[in-house]
């Protein structure tokens, strides 16, 4: 099983970037992203659940942020507009089959990404 993540990059405040997320060897019920700043722990960000395609977004990104899916071709972008300093981390796509009630917990993803560097210039 491989998470295959790209699109990151430097921007400046109020600008945009959108990463995308390619699985291969299997399918997950949610596919999303984490983030860890310098620092700072490793925060949920987005997930977007294949069963109902519904989707789920930390409070800090809401309104900005928008987690989307391509089924056929097991892949999971985020749309990230309007993005602030704070924003600035390594975003890291996940894969898991965790039930709704865990879905903000890193733990319940056995499959990571590599990690892509957000960097939000002020």
């Known amino acids: 099983v491989q998470l295959q993540a790209s699109g990151g990059g430097l921007v400046q405040a109020g600008g945009f970037l959108r990463l995308a997320c390619v699985a291969s060897?299997?399918?997950?019920?949610?596919m999303g992203w984490f983030r860890q700043a310098p620092g700072k722990e490793r925060e949920f960000v987005a997930v977007?659940?294949?069963?109902?395609?519904?989707?789920y977004y930390a409070e800090s990104v809401k309104g900005r942020f928008t987690i989307s899916g391509d089924n056929a071709k097991n892949t999971v972008y985020l749309q990230m507009n309007n993005l602030k300093p704070e924003d600035t981390a390594v975003y890291y796509c996940?894969?898991?089959?965790?039930?709704?009630?865990?879905?903000?917990?890193?733990?319940?993803?056995?499959?990571w990404g590599q990690g892509t560097q957000v960097t939000v210039s002020s």
């Open positions: 060897g299997r399918t997950f019920i949610n």
């Open positions: 996940v894969g898991g089959d965790a039930i709704l009630s865990a879905i903000r917990d890193a733990p319940m993803y056995p499959s």
């Open positions: 977007a659940r294949r069963s109902g395609n519904r989707e």
